[in-house]
């Protein structure tokens, strides 16, 4: 089991360019998560999933799309890169949502944008 | 709405002392509660959870938390720290009965925890 992959690991953007991130995960799981984690702020939920062809917002969705076409894969996509989307992407995945449920996440993507 | 306080940015302790992480936080109802350590360059590592019964909950790695609900905390404590401990540590919480909002973590800031030799 390879549990939650991401990919790439880095990536330099300049301003006004797109990129999308896959996540990948193999459990089986239907829940699926997008954080960015920035210095002195934790993580927070960018978009969400409750399975295959839903998303749902999170915490701070502007500037990012996402889609859930499989059920193991998660993107998420930046039409038009911003410096303040410089950040650190973490994927999560879980079995089920809303209650004891554990969320395992993936190696993240180191993103910065000029 | 859910919130999670870890007020101490850093934590420095010897190896071999004990440790512990704080955490406080505020649901409008009954919590779940998370730990996870993200060491540097990796991603986040589940540790240890409160749902529901004991208050002290037994983790990975030697670690453990106790819940208490007059204080509203869910402080990590180990009675003996490891060099390789030394990590991020990150509370989280859960409201369950917050709707549609129940899908979702949140995060503390984290706390950097140091492991003097």
């Known amino acids: 089991n390879a549990g939650v992959t991401q990919t790439p690991k880095f990536r330099v953007l300049k301003t006004g360019q797109s990129m999308t991130l896959l996540c990948a995960q193999d459990?089986?799981?239907?829940?699926m998560y997008w954080y960015r984690q920035d210095p002195g702020m934790g993580l927070r939920l960018i978009h969400y999933?409750?399975?295959?062809?839903?998303?749902a917002k999170g915490e701070v969705p502007d500037g990012y799309n996402v889609s859930r076409l499989k059920k193991q894969n998660f993107l998420l996509g930046l039409e038009s890169a911003a410096p303040s989307q410089t950040s650190v992407y973490f994927c999560?995945?879980?079995?089920?949502?809303?209650?004891?449920?554990?969320?395992?996440f993936g190696p993240g993507t180191r993103l910065t944008v000029l | 709405a859910q919130s999670v306080a870890q007020p101490e940015d850093q934590v420095n302790v010897a190896e071999g002392n004990p440790l512990t992480v704080k955490c406080t936080y505020s649901v409008s109802g009954n919590p779940y509660l998370f730990w996870y350590v993200q060491y540097p360059n990796r991603g986040l590592q589940f540790l240890l959870k409160y749902i529901t019964g004991d208050n002290l909950v037994k983790g990975s790695y030697g670690f453990e938390a106790e819940f208490n609900k007059s204080q509203t905390s869910f402080h990590l404590k180990k009675p003996s720290a490891l060099v390789s401990d030394s990590a991020l540590y990150f509370c989280a919480v859960r409201d369950p009965y917050s709707g549609a909002g129940s899908y979702q973590l949140t995060f503390g800031k984290g706390t950097k925890l140091s492991v003097i030799p």
């Open positions: 459990m089986n799981h239907e829940y």
């Open positions: 999560a995945s879980s079995y089920q949502a809303g209650g004891t449920d554990t969320q395992y």
């Open positions: 999933s409750v399975g295959e062809g839903t998303t």
